[in-house]
């Protein structure tokens, strides 16, 4: 059987890995393209490298232009300048060494003065140089409206009068058109025809430069035409259809200089080398026009079939190893998994894997400043946080639905001579409702179970007509109810409870603890107890439940919410013996709570006794039957307020068992105990994480509004990972509500919305957990009055806020910068999705101000 079973499992790995290697293949399949010619018309020549920029009067050496004009070479023998500043003026000379024609660029700006040096050395270079053969006066310097066609023509003059080789100005091909009275001032018409700026798909670019060139030569016949800046860019954000690719570069060009060199044109292919520096100018495109990178190496394969990555298989082998890697760890003690399981997380593993090789890749051809590196470096880590949080929310999937058997299956004990010792329960209250309480009391007084006591601790409830009444309530319900006020106690809940230990009955053998709002059922210490008779065993949980779901539609969605954590999380931590013990139904040995106690340093002071219980060997026993039922927060506030200190409490836990958790030092936790324990908790601190990435967000989409031409979206890498987990989760939440908690899809998008509504209070918890050592602790009222309209809005004021600025982004970059190209369209989207839970948020905020079907006074949990 068992060989069989590794057969299977061999048969899923090798189809799935087939499956990735296959997408892989089938998005890096060949494609046909002419070879590039032996010899093309010319190169746009910027020999700048990485750290140069001419912005900076960073200029490349002698030897340097040496080495890249015997590049360029080898494949044209000519070569196109823009400026004579620096060492540039030195190319006509070197280029006499290797026989290049050069075409003299002058560049023309708003600053006159250097427009006057400019001209002077191109002028003394053109009369004194054999390799110039033509002069180039201003680039785009119309298009950029940096001087007038007055300004131009008189430029272009002075020029032509004073060198013997034809001179002309670049722009691009409308702006001839625009002004015809530029021809009657130039030797030969040199445009710009770039289709990738203007939005034509790769496959309609080459046709498009056919038919601007036939345009310009039927509007000025009489002039020759020269196509001095021809090309498409390797890398860079999409324009409309069009994509910057190094496939769709390498396909583009050979397929154009094909036809241009079968027509006769005169070009020059922008441009010989890549320049970073250009980035800061004409955004990330603006450094990936060359034929070859900054490294001289080129970009593309001259001859034979294309394909989009050329070290796709590579690439293929890592991702089916890292699949393989994260597969063998989630199926470490997986013996009651079922193959759909199994199948399912390979499936994820493999997804996950390739998604990881390929962000890294994308990002690796970039070129790098301090600035990318640093974010490059977050990126890395935050892809990786969010692939491990993927598989730890698969992995608790796969163990939900495709398990075979449970392994520590804890049912209720019926039989008569079940082990039946005495208990102590333990109700700590601080200021509650008296009828509340009083309602807790008489399902206690109802248990139908043979030997038991009820310690009520009230501590620091100052108002006598609130915990006298309760007082005097346990009097009537005779010795076995003894009630205590003791004020002030310091310690939070878990100071009330171990104030209540030493008074607790000798002859107990267990403490059991509910919350003051709690109505247990008569057969809960009956069914439960039993379970001590196991000496291993030192907790006895059973789930949390609640009374009041169908009050009002704000607690119905908080109802449905609330179901995952208990018949979901905490059934699959149970069969690895990793329960979180909560504060309420809960039971513990009586002789393991003398010894460990509960700690007052922790606002979740049940959870971390639950991990020490852990730590010294014990196990704990998790029933998903329920057998008590309490009430919720009634305000979306106190909703709020109860999951911060859930959360912020993690956090604490986290912390203070960091040698134990995370290094399995000092402790006996077993390694499927800290994994559920970690695992449990990333989800929480992904939320953490994602604050940082909502504000990146935000001051990214505010820079692409200020100044639209210079800042492009992000790379689809930097949001694809927080959506991905975004929508994996969300995805979780509606199939396993439906299969593992049996509500319909109308409950299971309620408790979507209801989580997603958490997230930023989640966030903040985390972070704060992160950075402090404590916090006030803050009760969750139970039977409050619903809040107002404005109380509720006020209640969601931060989420409000930060869904308001998601928005206006959204808008804004909709307004200035219009929807030219999927990148863009894509970010507006991120930035939408990136706003719906706190869009949640504003709906329970205003759900939880409807009227609810029962009024009551308030009450609360234990404070300091």
Same mark, same amino acid.
């Given at each position: 059987?068992?060989?069989?079973?590794?057969?299977?499992?061999?048969?899923?790995?090798?189809?799935?890995?087939?499956?990735?290697?296959?997408?892989?293949?089938?998005?890096?399949?060949?494609?046909?393209?002419?070879?590039?010619?032996?010899?093309?018309?010319?190169?746009?020549?910027?020999?700048?490298?990485?750290?140069?920029?001419?912005?900076?009067?960073?200029?490349?050496?002698?030897?340097?232009?040496?080495?890249?004009?015997?590049?360029?070479?080898?494949?044209?023998?000519?070569?196109?300048?823009?400026?004579?500043?620096?060492?540039?003026?030195?190319?006509?000379?070197?280029?006499?060494?290797?026989?290049? #024609?050069?075409?003299?660029?002058?560049?023309?700006?708003?600053?006159?003065?250097?427009?006057?040096?400019?001209?002077?050395?191109?002028?003394?270079?053109?009369?004194?140089?054999?390799?110039?053969?033509?002069?180039?006066?201003?680039?785009?310097?119309?298009?950029?409206?940096?001087?007038?066609?007055?300004? =131009?023509?008189?430029?272009?003059?002075?020029?032509?009068?004073?060198?013997?080789?034809?001179?002309?100005?670049?722009?691009?091909?409308?702006?001839?058109?625009?002004?015809?009275?530029?021809?009657?001032?130039?030797?030969?018409?040199?445009?710009?025809?770039?289709?990738?700026?203007?939005?034509?798909?790769?496959?309609?670019?080459?046709?498009?430069?056919?038919?601007?060139?036939?345009?310009?030569? #039927?509007?000025?016949?009489?002039?020759?035409?020269?196509?001095?800046?021809?090309?498409?860019?390797?890398?860079?954000?999409?324009?409309?259809?069009?994509?910057?690719?190094?496939?769709?570069?390498?396909?583009?060009?050979?397929?154009?200089?094909?036809?241009?060199?079968?027509?006769?044109?005169?070009?020059?292919?922008?441009?010989?080398?890549?320049?970073?520096?250009?980035?800061?100018?004409?955004?990330?495109?603006?450094?990936?026009?060359?034929?070859?990178?900054?490294?001289?190496?080129?970009?593309?394969?001259?001859?034979?079939?294309?394909?989009?990555?050329?070290?796709?298989?590579?690439?293929?082998?890592?991702?089916?190893?890292?699949?393989?890697?994260?597969?063998?760890?989630?199926?470490?003690?997986?013996?009651?998994?079922?193959?759909?399981?199994?199948?399912?997380?390979?499936?994820?593993?493999?997804?996950?894997?390739?998604?990881?090789?390929?962000?890294?890749?994308?990002?690796?051809?970039?070129?790098?400043?301090?600035?990318?590196?640093?974010?490059?470096?977050?990126?890395?880590?935050?892809? =990786?946080?969010?692939?491990?949080?993927?598989?730890?929310?698969?992995?608790?999937?796969?163990?939900?639905?495709?398990?075979?058997?449970?392994?520590?299956?804890?049912?209720?004990?019926?039989?008569?001579?079940?082990?039946?010792?005495?208990?102590?329960?333990?109700?700590?209250?601080?200021?509650?409702?008296?009828?509340?309480?009083?309602?807790?009391?008489?399902?206690?007084?109802?248990?139908?179970?043979?030997?038991?006591?009820?310690?009520?601790?009230?501590?620091?409830?100052?108002?006598?007509?609130?915990?006298?009444?309760?007082?005097?309530?346990?009097?009537?319900?005779?010795?076995?109810?003894?009630?205590?006020?003791?004020?002030?106690?310091?310690?939070?809940?878990?100071?009330?409870?171990?104030?209540?230990?030493?008074?607790?009955?000798?002859?107990?053998?267990?403490?059991?603890?509910?919350?003051?709002?709690?109505?247990?059922?008569?057969?809960?210490?009956?069914?439960?107890?039993?379970?001590?008779?196991?000496?291993?065993?030192?907790?006895?949980?059973?789930?949390?439940?609640?009374?009041?779901?169908?009050?009002?539609?704000?607690?119905?969605?908080?109802?449905?919410?609330?179901?995952?954590?208990?018949?979901?999380?905490?059934?699959?931590?149970?069969?690895?013996?990793?329960?979180?013990?909560?504060?309420?139904?809960?039971?513990?040995?009586?002789?393991?709570?003398?010894?460990?106690?509960?700690?007052?340093?922790?606002?979740?002071?049940?959870?971390?006794?639950?991990?020490?219980?852990?730590?010294?060997?014990?196990?704990?026993?998790?029933?998903?039957?329920?057998?008590?039922?309490?009430?919720?927060?009634?305000?979306?506030?106190?909703?709020?307020?109860?999951?911060?200190?859930?959360?912020?409490?993690?956090?604490?836990?986290?912390?203070?068992?960091?040698?134990?958790?995370?290094?399995?030092?000092?402790?006996?936790?077993?390694?499927?105990?800290?994994?559920?324990?970690?695992?449990?908790?990333?989800?929480?601190?992904?939320?953490? =994480?994602?604050?940082?990435?909502?504000?990146?967000?935000?001051?990214?989409?505010?820079?692409?509004?200020?100044?639209?031409?210079?800042?492009?979206?992000?790379?689809?890498?930097?949001?694809?990972?927080?959506?991905?987990?975004?929508?994996?989760?969300?995805?979780?939440?509606?199939?396993?509500?439906?299969?593992?908690?049996?509500?319909?899809?109308? #409950?299971?998008?309620?408790?979507?919305?209801?989580?997603?509504?958490?997230?930023?209070?989640?966030?903040?918890?985390?972070?704060?957990?992160?950075?402090?050592?404590?916090?006030?602790?803050?009760?969750?009222?139970?039977?409050?009055?619903?809040?107002?309209?404005?109380?509720?809005?006020?209640?969601? #004021?931060?989420?409000?806020?930060?869904?308001?600025?998601?928005?206006?982004?959204?808008?804004?970059?909709?307004?200035?910068?219009?929807?030219?190209?999927?990148?863009?369209?894509?970010?507006?989207?991120?930035?939408?999705?990136?706003?719906?839970?706190?869009?949640?948020?504003?709906?329970?905020?205003?759900?939880?101000?409807?009227?609810?079907?029962?009024?009551?006074?308030?009450?609360?949990?234990?404070?300091?």
């Amino acid at each position: 059987m068992p060989s069989r079973k590794f057969g299977l499992n061999l048969v899923v790995f090798v189809a799935v890995a087939a499956l990735f290697t296959g997408l892989w293949a089938l998005v890096n399949r060949p494609v046909s393209a002419p070879d590039w010619p032996e010899q093309i018309s010319g190169f746009s020549f910027s020999p700048f490298r990485l750290g140069q920029n001419p912005q900076k009067n960073q200029y490349p050496s002698e030897a340097q232009i040496l080495e890249d004009l015997e590049l360029v070479s080898r494949q044209t023998e000519s070569i196109r300048t823009y400026s004579v500043e620096g060492s540039l003026a030195e190319i006509p000379r070197l280029a006499e060494e290797f026989g290049l #024609r050069v075409t003299l660029g002058i560049w023309i700006s708003p600053d006159q003065a250097r427009n006057e040096r400019e001209i002077a050395k191109a002028i003394e270079i053109a009369n004194t140089t054999r390799s110039v053969v033509r002069v180039v006066v201003g680039n785009e310097a119309l298009f950029r409206r940096e001087i007038s066609v007055e300004q =131009l023509i008189h430029y272009l003059d002075r020029v032509r009068s004073a060198v013997k080789v034809p001179v002309t100005t670049s722009e691009q091909w409308h702006i001839w058109q625009e002004h015809p009275e530029l021809a009657d001032h130039v030797d030969l018409i040199a445009a710009h025809v770039l289709p990738y700026w203007e939005f034509v798909p790769m496959e309609e670019a080459t046709q498009f430069v056919l038919d601007r060139a036939r345009d310009l030569r #039927r509007q000025f016949p009489k002039k020759p035409l020269l196509l001095s800046e021809v090309g498409w860019p390797s890398n860079g954000r999409m324009r409309g259809g069009a994509e910057a690719s190094q496939a769709d570069q390498a396909i583009y060009l050979r397929t154009l200089l094909h036809e241009l060199n079968a027509k006769g044109y005169s070009y020059f292919v922008i441009e010989a080398f890549d320049q970073p520096w250009k980035a800061a100018e004409e955004g990330s495109v603006g450094a990936y026009w060359g034929v070859y990178n900054a490294e001289r190496q080129p970009k593309f394969a001259f001859e034979g079939p294309i394909v989009a990555i050329p070290q796709w298989r590579l690439l293929a082998v890592l991702s089916v190893v890292l699949g393989l890697l994260s597969l063998t760890l989630l199926l470490i003690d997986s013996s009651s998994l079922r193959q759909h399981g199994r199948t399912f997380l390979s499936f994820v593993a493999f997804a996950g894997g390739s998604a990881l090789v390929w962000i890294a890749y994308d990002y690796s051809q970039q070129y790098s400043t301090w600035f990318s590196l640093t974010v490059g470096v977050l990126l890395g880590f935050g892809a =990786l946080g969010v692939f491990i949080v993927l598989l730890t929310e698969a992995h608790e999937w796969a163990e939900t639905v495709w398990v075979r058997k449970r392994r520590r299956l804890f049912l209720p004990v019926l039989a008569d001579e079940a082990y039946r010792p005495k208990v102590s329960i333990h109700v700590p209250c601080y200021n509650e409702p008296p009828e509340m309480l009083k309602q807790t009391l008489d399902a206690l007084a109802n248990l139908d179970y043979p030997d038991y006591e009820v310690l009520i601790i009230d501590n620091n409830t100052k108002d006598p007509a609130v915990w006298e009444p309760v007082r005097d309530y346990c009097e009537k319900l005779g010795p076995r109810f003894r009630f205590f006020h003791v004020a002030p106690l310091a310690g939070f809940k878990g100071g009330a409870l171990n104030y209540i230990l030493p008074h607790t009955a000798p002859d107990a053998e267990v403490v059991a603890v509910i919350d003051s709002d709690y109505c247990v059922e008569p057969n809960w210490l009956k069914c439960m107890v039993p379970h001590f008779a196991d000496p291993k065993i030192a907790v006895v949980q059973s789930p949390q439940d609640y009374r009041d779901g169908e009050q009002s539609t704000f607690k119905k969605l908080c109802y449905a919410e609330y179901k995952g954590f208990f018949h979901i999380g905490m059934v699959t931590r149970n069969d690895r013996n990793a329960i979180i013990q909560h504060g309420t139904m809960t039971m513990i040995r009586r002789s393991v709570m003398d010894q460990l106690k509960w700690a007052d340093w922790t606002i979740c002071e049940d959870a971390e006794l639950g991990l020490r219980v852990f730590e010294q060997g014990y196990q704990a026993a998790y029933a998903r039957q329920s057998f008590g039922r309490g009430l919720m927060p009634d305000t979306f506030i106190d909703y709020k307020k109860q999951r911060f200190r859930w959360a912020y409490g993690a956090i604490q836990i986290m912390k203070g068992h960091a040698r134990s958790l995370f290094l399995g030092k000092g402790s006996q936790l077993t390694l499927g105990q800290r994994y559920h324990f970690i695992a449990g908790w990333l989800p929480w601190i992904a939320d953490g =994480l994602n604050v940082f990435f909502t504000i990146g967000a935000l001051l990214w989409s505010a820079a692409m509004i200020i100044v639209p031409q210079r800042v492009d979206p992000p790379l689809m890498i930097f949001a694809i990972p927080p959506l991905a987990l975004f929508f994996f989760k969300f995805g979780k939440i509606m199939y396993l509500y439906r299969k593992a908690v049996g509500v319909d899809l109308k #409950r299971s998008f309620q408790a979507a919305i209801a989580g997603l509504a958490l997230s930023h209070t989640i966030a903040k918890a985390v972070i704060y957990g992160a950075f402090t050592r404590t916090i006030p602790f803050f009760r969750t009222p139970k039977m409050a009055s619903s809040s107002g309209l404005l109380v509720a809005l006020a209640e969601a #004021r931060e989420e409000v806020f930060i869904m308001l600025l998601l928005w206006g982004a959204a808008l804004g970059i909709g307004i200035v910068q219009g929807f030219p190209s999927n990148d863009v369209k894509f970010w507006v989207a991120t930035l939408l999705v990136q706003s719906l839970p706190y869009l949640a948020a504003l709906v329970m905020a205003l759900l939880s101000s409807m009227p609810q079907a029962q009024e009551a006074p308030q009450g609360d949990e234990v404070p300091a």
